[in-house]
């Protein structure tokens, strides 16, 4: 809510124009509509699984099992389609958001109930997970043959010119966005990102809030997951395997502070558009497709220290500030001997 | 005591832990628009009262009553619907948060599920104004002084129409100045009828801040009476049960030559050409405000805080440190403010915290830590200090503050210094540990080290010092010898802007 | 320090039960060369648990470790491309791995970033480096000494040469950890960061060691790696820093930093060895074991918490009375 915040956004739609602009300059296709578009699904399911890894990240936790709560979803919701080719889109929907909840929630039980830290409770439910729907899987490929129209239609569906996937990405950036800046529960994640001891003294009820962000990741993940296949058609479990660089990547980027506490839903999202045009910056440009991962480091050890070096600025500016105002206090008062 | 029937009483209240009483029948009384005072060593039972008052524990024994009847607290929240609010020691705030939103965490103002951001701000600043706080409420909390931050606590009290407001040592942690804040805004509670329990090391605080005072020592309460009617030597007597004479034991010892010569240290972005030479034999109180440049300077010394300008000589020989490795080559030790934060690895025996200064010392060819010789390291300083634990591999974090902080006064004299720096030595210790720490410093000096007093506690500096430097905003303002030190005239320098030494013959300036 | 003595015993007695049901379920389980086998495998990941462990004891973390064992082998098969000797090829791949590991100190240490931050980035970029240098193509052709390192056993017994290497390491690393100065300033570190430099430790210096020995271990893994696969490629080690972060968690060290031994590390070690071994064994799938993997992680730390709370209550019953 402060003007940094503000101006933190502003200085990331920026950066995204000034690459887009370098993008364009040398490659022009870039602004070609159908480019666009791809660029935009691209981003889209890496912005929604984002979302909620950056709210995880707020509340000062981590969630490292993302990608395989994504493939989970994605492959137990297809596999469930193959065999009911007739069955309703809301069912398969159903399917990979419980999914993700159920996932979600094991997180949740392992930080709040087991107390484990977050890093580690998802490092290991990484493996299970993963492992779970590889051995679901037994080595199958669900691919696009066998899986209804209706399926893939989903991402191909467009309103007003612009993919639906698109719209849903932008509405779930806006609703969360906003819950977590003027709701009562998203000021308490901030509150417990910051100071969670203070926040347990206040009254804000920890282990609610916390298994609140892990389901609604799982959550956000299980829908994802759905989309996921809808998106590339063919679907098997070792799907996504680096989602949740990708995740805490355009969340770190986008401002979040990896300690809690600070940055937005919104910052987020554009983080993980930045990525997306790189990648297509480096596709487009010819460059060697091993680029990508060089370039992708490079920019959030970038902008990391960027962001290290500005919060040292301020922290010296309201530094000096301060000594101003030293020595220009009253006696003690009361009796002083 | 008071003609005013109490809003909150305790009544006979006992508390045991396991086989131990620690409160043992005590009787308390809270009136409206009164301070009451609570005073005692550590280990007396303050916390448990205070803990007992907002709810956290629940007493074995007696009874609590709120307006004649009697009542008994379901856990904090419960208190806080009774009017009963805490402002503890360590305000709890979030740095990220506005002002507004710390004071109602947990409970904003809404209209249709999103938080109605108008109303917050005007009621927050409705609420500060009321106790004539000018703090733009829009401000994240991180960019306020800890006193700020105390008020915004007080400001959350208000909010909740608490009628009695326990103040947990709130003085400990801000400086002199903050504190002044302070009790302007407990004189504004006062006159708006609220009942304050107010708790404190200060002598001072206690006597010039509560209408009335209690005294407990060990779990039980010595006397109530008036402030008025005691002094401060009759309030510490009843503290520790003893005569206070035995609190600054400095003996006279032979001043040597000139060990550490400091010339226009300037840096840390205020202080300011600041002087001084330092004897063998002699300690030289170092007295200011929070904010005054006092740990500033102790960490230019120590080679923490890189110096913009000044020199500064050991044993004649010009020294730079540049980190406190080497200022402890150069015979420097450094007691720090911060027994938690700079001073101990709490998880740490006593053995590992007590040698970690000369562990390097400690060890062989390849590095490897002769665990012989620093066994019995540990174990003379442990006894030298007269640490209360049952043996060197005790846990550090499970001693006692008075008992930690000798651990660290060993850890910074087994390096065996020429110049010991000591930073806050007795700030939130008991008075018997106070005393013990005196006792050793004093030795120290007797065998002719050099040591450098740092404090805020007027009658520590005066008992313990040979001679008294006073700094404000960064610069050295007055010097006392030890024979003509007059404490009015010595708080004065060190807190007012616009005292004038020409007005107070006893002193000399500065060169 | 006494609950993670009772760690470490619970570790043996895991150790001890993986043993026996191993030998349960395959006749074939505990002898000489089965075992040999069970260890060579997990070498690698035993290597680079070791300066894991240190790093993680200073408060820090290192999530590039996969990658720098990638950049490594892709170092290590770029020399041998130009028709650089083995020996020499090894050399500039130690190098690289110190340079990289010296890359992540300097910003954790002297920037003073989240090493959380920092290493997720050079994931990346170590692994884009390794990449670019090498491409899609894969070196071999070793000489047969090369090859032995990581498969090979000394002769007449069935350690693995591997083993051998580990075991040199790991009593350097003890030493270093338990015995000296040094180590102790590490924990001192990895608890309280402030009163470590106020204490005249320096702080940074000692963060920047750290994640170089890191760098330097990833390169001797990556030449067990290499050797053990016959082949270096720039996808060398992909995801590495899952199974050592697991192994130096599950030894007992805390992920905050400031406790922990490299003993529970190395029992840990062993205990996911013998269970990945033993499941191939009893037919289970490798993606299988993962799970069980996983929830040996997961199983231990929930006992770990039990027995911390118990452990606490105590230590509060007994400040309390007295």
């Keep these: 809510m402060s003007g940094l915040l503000r101006v933190r956004e502003a200085g990331l739609v920026l950066a995204l124009l000034v690459i887009c602009a370098g993008v364009t300059l040398r490659e022009p296709r870039f602004l070609n509509g159908a480019n666009l578009e791809q660029v935009a699904l691209s981003a889209t399911l890496v912005c929604i699984v984002a979302l909620g890894e950056a709210l995880v990240i707020i509340a000062r936790q981590v969630d490292l099992s993302v990608g395989a709560i994504v493939a989970s979803s994605a492959f137990v919701s297809a596999d469930w389609l193959s065999k009911h080719p007739g069955g309703s889109m809301v069912f398969v929907f159903a399917i990979g958001c419980t999914v993700g909840l159920a996932m979600g929630a094991g997180n949740a039980l392992l930080v709040v109930a087991a107390r484990i830290p977050a890093i580690v409770a998802t490092l290991g439910t990484l493996a299970i997970y993963r492992g779970a729907v590889i051995v679901f899987a037994g080595g199958r490929q669900i691919s696009a043959t066998i899986l209804p129209d209706s399926y893939q239609a989903i991402a191909q569906v467009r309103v007003l010119h612009v993919p639906l996937l698109v719209w849903i990405a932008v509405a779930l950036t806006l609703v969360l966005g906003w819950a977590a800046s003027y709701t009562r529960t998203g000021r308490n994640l901030y509150a417990l990102g910051s100071d969670p001891e203070s926040a347990r003294f206040v009254g804000i009820n920890e282990g609610w809030h916390l298994a609140l962000v892990f389901v609604l990741s799982g959550l956000l993940c299980g829908f994802v997951g759905v989309l996921w296949g809808a998106r590339f058609g063919t679907v098997d479990a070792v799907l996504a395997p680096d989602l949740h660089f990708q995740a805490i990547s355009a ?87 | 005591m008071n003609a005013v029937a109490p809003v909150l009483a305790l009544q006979g209240v006992s508390k045991r832990f396991g086989p131990i009483e620690v409160l043992t029948g005590v009787d308390l009384d809270l009136a409206g628009g009164r301070v009451h005072a609570l005073a005692g060593e550590n280990g007396a039972g303050k916390s448990t009262v205070v803990k007992i008052i907002a709810g956290i524990i629940r007493a074995d024994g007696g009874t609590l009553r709120l307006d004649g009847a009697p009542v008994v607290f379901q856990g904090a929240a419960d208190a806080r619907r009774h009017g009963v609010a805490v402002v503890h020691q360590h305000p709890a705030v979030f740095p990220d948060l506005t002002v507004a939103e710390n004071i109602f965490i947990g409970r904003q103002p809404r209209r249709g599920g999103r938080i109605d951001w108008t109303a917050m701000y005007a009621t927050a600043h409705e609420l500060l104004l009321r106790l004539r706080m000018e703090i733009d409420v829009r401000l994240p909390v991180k960019a306020l002084g800890i006193a700020e931050r105390q008020a915004i606590e007080i400001v959350k009290a208000l909010s909740l129409d608490a009628r009695v407001l ?232 499970t001693l006692s503050g008075g008992n930690q902080q000798k651990v660290l006064l060993a850890k910074w004299l087994i390096p065996a210094p020429r110049v010991l720096i000591l930073d806050q030595p007795t700030r939130g210790i008991d008075v018997g540990a106070k005393a013990e720490i005196h006792r050793i410093v004093s030795q120290l000096a007797a065998q002719g080290m050099a040591i450098i007093l740092i404090s805020d506690d007027a009658p520590e500096v005066i008992g313990m010092a040979d001679r008294i430097l006073v700094l404000r905003a960064g610069r050295l303002v007055a010097t006392f010898e030890r024979d003509a030190v007059d404490q009015q005239a010595m708080m004065l320098a060190a807190a007012h802007t616009t005292w004038d030494q020409a007005t107070t013959p006893a002193l000399q300036a500065t060169p | 320090m006494g609950v993670l003595a009772r760690w470490e015993a619970f570790l043996v007695f895991v150790l001890a039960a993986t043993l026996a049901l191993g030998a349960l379920a395959s006749p074939y389980f505990l002898t000489a060369s089965n075992l040999s086998i069970a260890v060579a495998g997990v070498m690698p990941t035993a290597i680079v648990a070791l300066p894991m462990t240190l790093v993680i004891v200073c408060g820090e973390i290192d999530i590039s470790v996969g990658s720098i064992v990638g950049l490594c082998a892709a170092s290590l098969a770029v020399c041998r491309e130009q028709g650089l000797g083995i020996e020499v090829s090894m050399l500039a791949s130690l190098a690289v791995g110190m340079l990289a590991g010296a890359l992540n100190g300097a910003i954790v240490a002297y920037v003073g970033l989240p090493s959380l931050v920092v290493t997720i980035g050079t994931l990346a970029l170590y692994r884009g480096i390794a990449q670019i240098i090498l491409e899609e193509r894969g070196v071999t052709g070793f000489p047969d000494w090369y090859q032995e390192i990581g498969f090979g056993t000394v002769p007449g017994t069935p350690i693995p040469w591997s083993a051998l290497i580990f075991v040199a390491f790991f009593l350097c690393f003890a030493v270093f950890l338990h015995a000296t100065h040094r180590g102790r300033a590490l924990f001192a570190i990895g608890n309280n960061r402030e009163a470590a430099r106020f204490s005249g430790i320096d702080v940074r210096r000692a963060i920047l060691g750290v994640f170089v020995a890191s760098g330097g271990l990833c390169a001797v893994a990556a030449v067990v790696l290499t050797s053990y696969l016959a082949s270096a490629r720039s996808d060398t080690a992909t995801g590495l820093e899952l199974p050592v972060i697991t192994a130096v968690v599950l030894g007992g060290v805390s992920i905050f930093g400031g406790s922990g031994t490299l003993g529970g590390v190395l029992i840990a070690v062993l205990v996911l060895a013998f269970v990945q071994n033993a499941l191939g064994l009893a037919g289970v799938t490798p993606e299988a074991q993962q799970i069980v993997t996983g929830c040996v992680l997961v199983l231990t730390l929930v006992l770990f918490g039990a027995a911390r709370a118990l452990r606490t209550a105590a230590l509060f019953r007994r400040v309390r009375a007295g």
């Design chain 1, 251 to 337: 969340v770190v980027v986008g401002g979040v502070s990896i300690f809690g506490g600070s940055g937005s839903v919104y910052g987020a999202a554009i983080g993980a558009v930045i990525f997306a045009v790189l990648q297509n910056g480096v596709q487009l440009l010819g460059l060697n497709q091993f680029w990508l991962q060089a370039v992708t480091g490079a920019a959030i050890l970038g902008t990391v220290i960027l962001y290290s070096l500005l919060a040292r600025r301020a922290e010296r500016a309201e530094r000096e500030g301060r000594r101003r105002s030293v020595g220009l206090g009253l006696n003690r008062g009361v009796g002083a001997g």
């Design chain 2, 166 to 397: 326990i103040m947990d040592e709130p003085t400990s942690t801000i400086s002199s100045r903050e504190v002044d804040r302070l009790f302007e805004i407990v004189a504004t509670l006062k006159r708006q009828g609220v009942a304050i329990l107010f708790i404190s090391h200060f002598i001072d605080e206690i006597l010039g801040l509560g209408d009335d005072v209690t005294i407990l020592r060990s779990g039980r309460r010595v006397i109530s009476c008036p402030a008025a009617s005691l002094t401060p030597e009759q309030t510490v007597r009843h503290m520790i049960g003893a005569d206070p004479g035995a609190l600054f034991p400095k003996a006279a010892a032979a001043i040597g030559a000139p060990v550490l010569r400091v010339r226009n240290l300037s840096g840390a972005g205020f202080v300011e050409d600041v002087s001084f030479d330092l004897g063998a034999g002699e300690i030289l109180g170092l007295f200011g405000l929070v904010g005054a440049g006092r740990s500033e300077i102790a960490q230019m010394l120590f080679g923490i805080v890189t110096p913009d300008r000044g020199e500064m000589h050991i044993a004649g020989t010009r020294a730079e440190p540049r980190s406190p490795q080497e200022a402890m080559r150069l015979g420097l030790s450094l007691l720090p403010e911060d027994r938690h934060l700079q001073g101990l690895v709490l998880p740490f025996p006593i053995r590992a915290n007590a040698t970690l200064t000369v562990l390097r010392r400690l060890s062989g060819a390849l590095g490897l830590v002769n665990r012989g010789e620093e066994n019995a390291l540990a174990r003379e300083y442990v006894a030298r200090m007269r640490v209360v634990a049952s043996g060197i591999e005790q846990v550090t974090a």
